[in-house]
C-alpha cells in the first residue's frame, strides 16, 4: 500500500514569500500525482496533474516537480499571497486502478 | 474541469438511520468512482472503488456492509451508511475519472450522526 507524508505539516509566510511544500510516497511505481488545495470545510481543487512520464507542471505561480526514483514531488509557490492560505494535499495514484493515496497536508499560512 | 456533484452538501441524521449520498459526473461519463473520508483535521482517506456495473472494492478497514456503494451508472454512484453511529460523522468526498486519467472531485458531503 501506498504511503505519502507530507512535510511541513503546518507553515506561516509573510506575503511575498516563495516556498516549497513537500511531498514523499513510499512506492514508486505511481501512475500519476496530483497536488490539491482544500479551504477549511470545502471540498478539493484540483491544482496541478503530473504524469509518471513528466518530470513537472506549471499553472501561473504553481510548480510542482516529480521525481520517481527518490518518491518526491515538490510544490513551489512564488510570491505567495493570502489567499493562496489553505491546506495542500498531494495524492498519488497507484496503477490504472488510479486510486489514489493521499498525504496527511500542509497547511499553509500566508500573513499579510 | 469535468464537474462532479455531490448531494445531499450536508446531513444530519438520528443515530440508527441511513444516509444516502449522492455522487454524479454531470458532464462525463465517469468509468470509475471513488469514495473518501476525511475526519476533522485529517487527510482523506479512500474507502471504496466502484466501476459501473460491478461490485465495489472496499480499502482495509471499510465494512462494506455498512457502507454500501451501488454504481449503477455512467454518471451516478451512491454511498449508503447504514445504521449511522456519532462515529461515522464526517466529510465524505466521491471522485470520478474516465478511463484511469485525472480526478474529478466533488464538493464533498458533511455528515452529522447525533
Known amino acids: 500500500k501506498q504511503e505519502v507524508t507530507q512535510i511541513p505539516a503546518a507553515l506561516s509566510v509573510p506575503e511575498g514569500e516563495n516556498l516549497v511544500l513537500n511531498c514523499s510516497f513510499t512506492d514508486s511505481a505511481i501512475y500519476n500525482l496530483q497536488w490539491f488545495r482544500q479551504d477549511p470545510g470545502k471540498g478539493l481543487t484540483s491544482l496541478l496533474l503530473i504524469q509518471s512520464s513528466q518530470r513537472e507542471q506549471t499553472s501561473g505561480r504553481l510548480n510542482a516537480s516529480l521525481d520517481k526514483s527518490s518518491g518526491r514531488s515538490t510544490l513551489y509557490i512564488a510570491a505567495s499571497q493570502p489567499g493562496d492560505s489553505a491546506t495542500y494535499l498531494c495524492a498519488a495514484a497507484l496503477g490504472t486502478g488510479n486510486q489514489f493515496y493521499f498525504g496527511t497536508g500542509t497547511s499553509l499560512t500566508v500573513i499579510p | 474541469g469535468a464537474v462532479v456533484s455531490q448531494h445531499p452538501s450536508w446531513v444530519i441524521c438520528k443515530s440508527g438511520t441511513s444516509v444516502k449520498i449522492e455522487c454524479r459526473s454531470l458532464d462525463f461519463q465517469a468509468t470509475t468512482m471513488f469514495w473518501y473520508r476525511q475526519f476533522p483535521k485529517q487527510s482523506l482517506m479512500l474507502m471504496a472503488t466502484s466501476n459501473e456495473g460491478s461490485k465495489a472494492t472496499y480499502e482495509q478497514g471499510v465494512e462494506k456492509d455498512k457502507f454500501l456503494i451501488n454504481h449503477a451508472s455512467l454518471t451516478l454512484s451512491t454511498l449508503t451508511v447504514t445504521s449511522a453511529h456519532p462515529e461515522d460523522s464526517s466529510f465524505y468526498i466521491c471522485?470520478?475519472?474516465?478511463?484511469?486519467?485525472?480526478?474529478?472531485f466533488g464538493p464533498g458531503t458533511r455528515l452529522t450522526v447525533l
Open positions: 471522485s470520478a475519472s474516465l478511463q484511469a486519467e485525472e480526478q474529478f
